[in-house]
């Protein structure tokens, strides 16, 4: 069965610090990987995902993602964080191949960003 | 950016009451899903829907749920006698395809209360 784990519910950063977001994922086949947001009041938006190809992902808003097969990690960082960051952020994993794509959500994480 | 709209933002029932909530899917999208999230808690799959008729569901959705799609442009969720525990933000969300990869478009959701 597959997982995601995001460790730490709360991170909080200071504006133009680095941002980094973990997931760890368990999956038995070669998963898709996604990260989505969701700002208050709004629904969840896709971030970025990995669909086997680049290991390396960009996403919206400066933010990246790394597939690392070894470390079944593909966690979320940006370089500097701004203000408009603070959001909820959910990483989540799909069966490659599944027959309907659902999603398996971690449980999110709080990025609060200090003035 | 097309948008998946969800009514009511706000639901509070008694419990053993049946609610019904709404959801309007992107027009031209034909694979339809219910996500929930218990406060604290991951953002858990309910139901996906294809072809008027229930595609895959989790354990979460038993007897007391049913989807359905009354006519081209809503997709509801019902559930038959609310229990405490259904207290939850339920998530509407569609894509065009079945592809694993594409992404899921949300909505806002509905925070649904029992008392």
């Known amino acids: 069965a597959q997982s995601v784990t995001q460790l730490g519910s709360h991170v909080s950063v200071s504006e133009g610090a680095l941002v980094l977001l973990r997931c760890n994922y368990s999956?038995?086949?070669?998963?898709?990987l996604f990260w989505y947001v969701q700002y208050p009041n709004q629904g969840l938006q896709l971030l970025l995902k990995?669909?086997?190809?680049?290991?390396l992902v960009k996403g919206i808003n400066g933010f990246e993602a790394e597939f690392k097969k070894s470390e079944t990690s593909f966690h979320l960082t940006k370089p500097s964080a701004h203000m408009s960051d603070a959001a909820e952020y959910f990483c989540?994993?799909?069966?490659?191949?599944?027959?309907?794509?659902?999603?398996?959500f971690g449980k999110g994480t709080k990025l609060s960003v200090k003035p | 950016e097309p948008e998946v709209t969800q009514t009511p933002s706000h639901q509070v029932t008694q419990m053993g009451q049946e609610v019904i909530l709404r959801c309007v899917p992107i027009?031209?999208?034909?694979?339809f899903y219910w996500y929930r999230q218990i406060l604290g808690q991951k953002v858990e799959f309910l139901v996906s829907?294809?072809?008027?008729?229930?595609?895959?569901k989790s354990e979460i959705f038993d007897d007391q749920f049913s989807v359905e799609r009354p006519d081209g442009s809503n997709f509801t969720l019902k559930i038959r006698s609310t229990k405490l525990e259904d207290s939850a933000m339920y998530f509407c969300?569609?894509?065009?395809?079945?592809?694993?990869?594409?992404?899921?478009?949300f909505g806002s959701g509905t925070q649904l209360s029992v008392l």
């Open positions: 969300a569609s894509r065009e395809t079945a592809t694993t990869n594409e992404k899921l478009f």
């Open positions: 999956s038995s086949v070669p998963p898709y």
């Open positions: 990995y669909t086997s190809a680049a290991t």
């Open positions: 989540a994993v799909s069966d490659y191949g599944g027959s309907q794509g659902n999603l398996i």
């Open positions: 027009s031209n999208h034909l694979y």
């Open positions: 829907f294809y072809n008027n008729e229930i595609s895959e």
